[in-house]
């Protein structure tokens, strides 16, 4: 195999792998707190038209960037009242966010379809075909690695910091968090933002940079696969950098696949990344046999009355 | 809105007609629900009855064309529990998070959908638009009043079913111990796994049937547009009546004439969008007011 189409795969791989883990680890962080946000899919929706409307606009990116997190944390802020202070179902909220993204994603960018963004995140360095790795490396932008000053901000805070302990403690056992004289809403409540925020910048990648436009849908269940990362990590920042990144390569692969000289129905390899996803889960899952790492006190909504 | 609606006997059986798919997909959302699992992938197993009639269709013929149909119906039914078989097996056995592994089936069916409709059964003369060729007249379900399908009969007796299957039956209690408490589960000898397998089956089978009545009912053909987003709806109806047949039953009623009063609007130059936020915001109006109920301040004698 020639250099350059090697080196094309791993360009892909990397892009790939930066839109799942962006929003992975905000969900990573999310959970950690016990709160459980399905929500991804939408939060990544309106960040990512938020931002592109923004850049259409305004042709300025910095500006798209701010506006896109900004608009996806505000989003899941729906989910931290409802899961948080009024203490209702989260699966049922979170879909509610799935499903409400999409729709009102859509909405806003209707007459934004199609249209050509003038700006664009761009690459550290431009190289048109980048024949190692080093060149793949700058031909990166900066969002990735953005990501990857967040992958060890975020294993940092939430290993070494009194923040990261306490998240963690709320997370794992809420009840003796607040006899601790923890403040769980408000930890909870802080948290689930700041996995909006992270989906949102996911969203940006994705139509500043990934994909430079906007259509419905565009999502197309990435914010799912973001889930399964997270559970695929074992809520650990640096596995689930590892598992974005064999997620990420499997994206990249298969439509390279008949290039290589397999005959594969175009059709059929779109459903190969999904089906995939959900083989490895099996896997994991089992191999595992319930030490999942998953924080105690997941989903379940804490009622301090019931103390 | 509501004019277009429900405002003729036309416009009034199209409503019933849209929401034939989401009560159906609803009570297997409910079904489901009743040992605690999450059916996300209502969606795809939609498709995949509608999948398993056209097969069915194909490669059968029967005369009798009421025996015809009543076959299709079963194995669209069939089509939607074997969608859900992997999910199941994964969960019950493995413990597989039901809730990402029925929503990736979604993707994986519509693209199997996708694939069949551009491939194999590719119908030469629908020219670019992707589809299957039209099933034959005999089969279609014939109409009740108006445009009204004999399907929205089906409904009623499946949400009565459901309702005694899930509130009255003794599989419906055992249901519910098992999804409450494993350990209650245990001292009364229910075997909670194989209850979760047959709530699964079950509900991946009532979305199947919605395919498979919304395949000969509808769109008389496969497509990737048997099913615009039911699946999902679905689990809306089913989540704002807290999983309940009956009320699933008034409400997907209540929300199929809103995708219709969508649909119409769009016409007059309002996103069709309107009505997935319109119904997303209630869900989330019946969360709050859950919070409210459940906090009411009473007044208390004092004893």
């Known amino acids: 195999m020639p250099d350059i189409q090697l080196m094309g795969l791993l360009n892909a791989t990397l892009q790939a792998a930066t839109l799942l883990f962006i929003a992975a680890l905000g969900e990573l962080i999310t959970e950690k707190s016990g709160i459980l946000n399905l929500g991804v899919e939408g939060m990544i929706s309106i960040g990512a038209v938020t931002g592109f409307m923004t850049a259409i606009n305004t042709e300025n990116l910095f500006l798209s960037i701010i506006v896109g997190v900004l608009s996806a944390s505000l989003f899941s802020s729906i989910h931290a009242f409802v899961t948080v202070i009024l203490k209702q179902d989260q699966t049922v909220s979170g879909l509610i966010l799935t499903i409400l993204g999409l729709a009102l994603s859509s909405l806003l960018g209707k007459k934004y379809v199609g249209k050509k963004l ?118 650990k920042p640096y596995r689930t950098a590892l598992g974005a990144l064999l997620f990420g390569f499997l994206e990249a692969l298969v439509p390279r696949l008949q290039t290589y000289g397999f005959e594969l129905s175009p059709y059929l390899v779109k459903i190969a990344p999904y089906l995939i996803t959900i083989i490895v889960l099996v896997i994991l899952t089992i191999y595992k046999e319930g030490k999942t790492g998953a924080p105690g006190n997941i989903g379940r909504p804490f009622f301090r009355e019931n103390r | ?29 409910a079904i489901m629900n009743s040992v605690k699992l999450w059916n996300i992938g209502a969606e795809g197993q939609i498709f995949l009855g509608a999948i398993a009639v056209n097969l069915i269709y194909i490669n059968i013929n029967i005369s009798n064309s009421s025996l015809f149909i009543f076959i299709l119906l079963i194995s669209g039914f069939i089509g939607g529990a074997i969608c859900i078989l992997l999910p199941a097996i994964t969960k019950v056995f493995f413990g597989v998070n039901e809730i990402i592994t029925t929503l990736l089936t979604n993707y994986v069916i519509i693209g199997l959908t996708v694939y069949l409709v551009n491939g194999p059964w590719k119908d030469p003369k629908s020219l670019n638009f992707p ?145 997935e936020i319109i119904q997303a915001s209630t869900l989330i109006g019946a969360l709050i007011s859950q919070f409210f109920f459940t906090y009411q301040i009473k007044e208390v004698e004092d004893a």
């Open chain 2, 1 to 29: 809105m509501l004019k277009l609606s429900v405002g003729s006997i036309n416009s009034l059986s199209n409503s019933l007609n849209k929401a034939i798919p989401l009560i159906l997909a609803g009570l297997g959302i």
């Open chain 2, 131 to 275: 589809a299957a060729a039209y099933v034959g007249k005999e089969v279609y379900l014939p109409t009740i009043f108006g445009k009204l399908s004999s399907g929205f009969l089906i409904c009623i007796l499946f949400a009565i079913g459901a309702h005694y299957l899930k509130e009255k039956s003794v599989f419906g209690y055992e249901m519910r111990i098992a999804g409450g408490s494993a350990m209650t589960a245990i001292y009364a000898g229910i075997n909670a796994k194989q209850k979760a397998f047959y709530a699964m089956l079950v509900g991946g089978g009532f979305a199947g049937l919605a395919g498979a009545i919304e395949l000969l009912s509808q769109t008389h053909r496969v497509s990737p547009g048997i099913s615009q987003g039911f699946g999902y709806t679905a689990i809306i109806v089913a989540a704002i009546t807290g999983m309940r047949p009956i009320g699933i039953f008034l409400v997907g009623c209540l929300f199929g004439a809103l995708t219709i009063g969508g649909a119409v609007i769009q016409t007059i130059g309002v996103s069709s969008y309107i009505a």
């Open chain 1, 118 to 235: 003038m700006v664009k995140v761009e690459s550290i360095r431009d190289i048109a075909e980048p024949s190692n790795i080093f060149e793949v490396l700058l031909s990166q932008n900066l969002i990735f690695y953005l990501a990857i000053l967040l992958m060890i901000t975020t294993s940092f805070v939430l290993k070494k910091t009194m923040f990261g302990r306490r998240l963690e403690a709320v997370g794992e056992d809420s009840r003796a968090s607040d006899s601790m004289g923890l403040k769980i809403n408000k930890t909870q409540f802080i948290a689930t933002c700041v996995g909006g925020a992270f989906a949102g910048l996911s969203g940006v990648y994705l139509t500043l940079s990934y994909v430079p436009f906007w259509t419905d849908n565009m999502t197309s269940g990435r914010g799912w696969i973001c889930l399964a990362l997270v559970i695929f990590g074992g809520w």
